[in-house]
């Protein structure tokens, strides 16, 4: 199976760029006129049936070019690969994990115990930069993983050379494209 993008149309005003993102993107002194400046896309990362993350991302259309623009609004295409050709560089802002059974993701402490969080549940959460190749902010972005990525169901596996069963984990393709080599990662969305 292969991942896949789901646009969610959540609208503008739902979704306002976070201080921090406006601080990066849009420089310490901008105000509520700057608003325009930024585009918001929220998708949903699904293998199958399973939701692994959700993630909104404000970029800056400015930046990108018009047919990149284009795949952004019009197409489920992941963000990293539409802006792959950038040469961009992520910068990993937080990192936190679970500390609630409704998903709410805080600080946890080293050796603390989690508690079980439902499979849809977010269990941790992302927040990171893009820059160009020449260091130009140009996206700010929040991941929220679920315990759907945590959580996939063996399947029973049939091996035709020894004539024997086994189980395997059911794995997701993660490359979007088959011409994407492993090494390569988009590294947004």
């Known amino acids: 199976m292969q991942i896949a993008a789901h646009r969610v149309d959540v609208g503008e005003a739902d979704v306002p760029l976070p201080d921090a993102g406006r601080r990066l993107l849009l420089g310490a002194d901008c105000d509520d006129t700057a608003v325009g400046t930024y585009k918001h896309r929220r998708v949903r990362l699904a293998c199958g049936d399973h939701v692994l993350s959700e993630a909104d991302n404000w970029y800056l259309p400015e930046c990108l070019t018009p ?39 805080g600080h946890a402490s080293i050796g603390a115990e989690l508690p079980t969080a439902t499979p849809a549940a977010h269990v941790l959460q992302h927040t990171a930069v893009l820059s160009t190749a020449q260091g130009r902010p140009f996206s700010y972005l929040v991941e929220r993983y679920t315990g759907e990525a945590l959580s996939f169901p063996k399947q ?11 189980s395997v984990d059911d794995a997701c393709d993660v490359t979007p494209h088959a011409s994407r080599s492993g090494s390569d990662r988009s590294g947004a969305e």
């Open 156 to 166: 029973s596996h049939h091996d035709s050379r020894s004539g024997s069963r086994s």
């Open 67 to 105: 047919d990149q623009n284009r795949q952004l609004e019009e197409t489920d295409t992941p963000f990293g690969v539409v802006v792959r050709v950038l040469g961009f560089r992520r910068r990993t802002l937080s990192s936190r994990l679970s500390t609630s059974p409704s998903g709410t993701c």
